[in-house]
């Protein structure tokens, strides 16, 4: 029987090749063929190689020449060569030993300088200590830090808000905490560079849109909506967002922000709004482009904003829905790992927000001066206004600019710059990190309007300017 099964086994395997097809037994054989040469072959050994005698050790070691850890950066960069201010930054600045009128920093409604913000600020320093050595979930939260964040939801007529202690970080940990990989996120051109941050570190397929083109964003909205049709399976799992600032701080345009919400319910969006320099700033109560516009705060998904303009203090905020503003309690970076506001920043900026319900006059009066300052500026020689006459920060361009580099036009206006600070006007260029923008602005200076500011130091500061560009501009 043995016998017998060793036979049946051989015939079997003898019809199994002349039945399998040509092909695989060619396979089959290379395979057999590439064994057998790994077999045979020689091994690899990691000692059989030649070492470097010293003398050539020493050679490669003197011709090696390490690469810079950072790019030679000029002796005459803005950045090196800054200006010192002595004191407060309030209406009255002493710069470089000079005292000027303040036309520079974004102190809009005068409260970096009140008796009532600096007293809640001492009284909150004497009670809790200068800072608070932890994040908001290890000891870090004071109970300071809950009743402005019920104040700043109460102000902006939402359900929660939740406190940042930098602003800058507030947008840019906002907008990886909700936008993944996969998902589609359209932002404006214009976009400021926290914007810019938070997109990339959300990882998130980016598509912008020319600076407040509604067209131009509704074209990409209805791509992407093609785009979903022809693969459903992914457009379930894939969200849409429309990433906007409500001020431009690069332009002083205000977005079109009821266009905006059309589009969204059209094309299914989510709707991240950035109030930095539109909060405190427009709309009758200073709640920003929402209430400048009359649209209903449940439009908006996300709204978020710093407190270090229009406040006077520092970090920022975000708010909207509770399930929303809850999510980044967990997944804001700047929130879960920073150290949280200091206690007397925070009372502080109660305080502002007093002062700003008790003196709702304030706002006009600010956009009185803005709009007083936008017309004062018109026709100045050699210089173009940018920005919307409410804005209380606007740009002024070269409206010419003369053949040459970057940092030429950026010489030219610092003269301008340098001609009016000797005559008691404190102004400064708008800054940026050229290498990095997406979308790198003209040079600009830029001029900040507050309420402080008298119609009379307005005019002269219109005037000094006028006086600059006659004399230095070509």
């Known amino acids: 029987m043995a016998v017998g099964g060793e036979q049946w086994v051989l015939v079997e395997m003898v019809q199994a090749l002349y039945e399998a097809p ?63 201010v002595s004191g407060p930054p309030s209406h009255e600045v002493v710069v470089n030993g000079k005292r000027c009128i303040n036309f520079a920093s974004f102190n809009f409604l005068g409260l970096l300088d009140n008796s009532r913000v600096k007293a809640a600020a001492l009284k909150s320093l004497e009670k809790y200590g200068v800072g608070t050595c932890g994040p908001r979930g290890f000891y870090g939260t004071f109970d300071v830090h809950l009743e402005l964040e019920e104040r700043l939801a109460a102000f902006m007529g939402t359900e929660e808000a939740l406190l940042y202690s930098y602003g800058f970080a507030t947008v840019a940990s906002a907008i990886p905490a909700y936008a993944k990989r996969g998902d589609v996120v359209f932002v404006d051109a214009a976009a400021c560079f926290a914007i810019q941050k938070g997109l990339q570190a959300s990882r998130s397929q980016v598509r912008v849109f020319r600076h407040n083109d509604v067209a ?10 093609d785009e979903d049709l022809k693969n459903p399976r992914k457009a379930r799992v894939t969200r849409r967002f429309i ?3 409500g001020l431009y701080v690069n332009t002083g345009a ?16 989510r709707i991240f709004l950035e109030e ?80 700003m319900e008790d003196d709702p006059g304030l706002f006009q009066v600010l ?31 070269l409206a010419r600019p003369a053949a040459g580099a970057r940092r030429d036009h950026v010489r030219i206006l610092q003269r301008l710059v340098d001609y009016c600070l000797e005559r008691g006007i404190a102004l400064t260029q708008a800054r940026y990190l050229d290498k990095e923008e997406k979308h790198l602005p003209p040079p600009s200076i830029r001029v900040s309007v507050s309420v402080e500011q008298t119609e009379a130091e307005l005019e002269r500061a219109a005037l000094t300017l006028r006086r600059a560009a006659e004399t230095l501009l070509p």
């Open 276 to 355: 930095s320099l539109s909060f405190g700033v427009l709309g009758e109560h200073g709640r920003g482009v929402t209430e400048h516009f009359g649209i209903n705060i449940e439009d908006i998904d996300l709204i978020s904003a710093n407190m270090e303009n229009a406040l006077a203090s520092v970090g920022g905020f975000c708010c909207g829905r509770s399930f929303v503003v809850d999510h980044q309690r967990l997944s804001g970076q700047g929130y879960c790992f920073s150290a949280s506001l200091p206690p007397l920043l925070a009372a502080a900026a109660i305080e502002a927000l007093n002062v």
């Open 367 to 397: 956009r009185k001066k803005c709009e007083q300052m936008h017309r004062a500026l018109q026709g100045t020689p050699g210089l173009a206004v940018v920005g919307e006459p409410c804005s209380p920060a606007l740009h002024l361009q």
């Open 254 to 269: 205000v977005c079109p922000l009821p266009d905006l919400v059309r589009l969204k319910y059209r094309y299914k969006a």
């Open 243 to 245: 990433v906007v600032e």
């Open 22 to 84: 040509a092909y695989h037994l060619f396979l089959e054989g290379l395979l057999v063929l590439w064994i057998v040469r790994l077999l045979l072959s020689k091994t690899y050994r990691l000692h059989d190689r030649s070492d470097l005698t010293l003398k050539e050790k020493e050679e490669l070691i003197e011709e090696w020449q390490p690469e810079p850890l950072v790019p030679p950066v000029s002796p005459d960069h803005p950045a090196l060569n800054y200006s010192v």
């Open 216 to 225: 131009h964003l509704e074209q990409l909205l209805r791509q992407q909506e």
